[in-house]
């Protein structure tokens, strides 16, 4: 069972900044995609970044421009550079690959 525990939220001001971080208790094979979601109360949870084994990369227009995400070398960690951040990023995010989600942390930008 492959455990992803994800690190970085917090309390930002609009305009700043904030890197989030998923590790993952083990390795992948094959082809996959590593992913980060959010959530906000009374809505879906809502795909964000997405970098597959190769280092291919997608975004929500939402985010385009200001996200980055990128994984380690050893593959088994991703994370998400957020900046110029706004109120409405707020929101619970996880991340996530094949069927295995992190337990999500909150971010929270607000001045």
């Known amino acids: 069972q492959v455990q992803l525990v994800e690190s970085g939220g917090g309390l930002v001001q609009p305009g700043g900044s904030l890197r989030l971080s998923c590790a993952a208790s083990?390795?992948?094979?094959?082809?996959?995609?590593m992913n980060w979601y959010r959530q906000t109360p009374g809505n879906q949870r809502e795909l964000v970044a997405t970098i597959t084994h190769v280092g291919n990369t997608d975004y929500a227009d939402s985010v385009k421009g200001r996200f980055i995400i990128s994984i380690n070398n050893a593959r088994n960690a991703w994370y998400l550079q957020m900046n110029s951040l706004k109120p409405e990023d707020t929101a619970v995010y996880y991340c996530?690959?094949?069927?295995?989600w992190g337990q999500g942390t909150l971010v929270t930008v607000s001045s």
């Open positions: 083990g390795s992948f094979t094959g082809i996959y995609a």
């Open positions: 996530n690959v094949f069927n295995f």
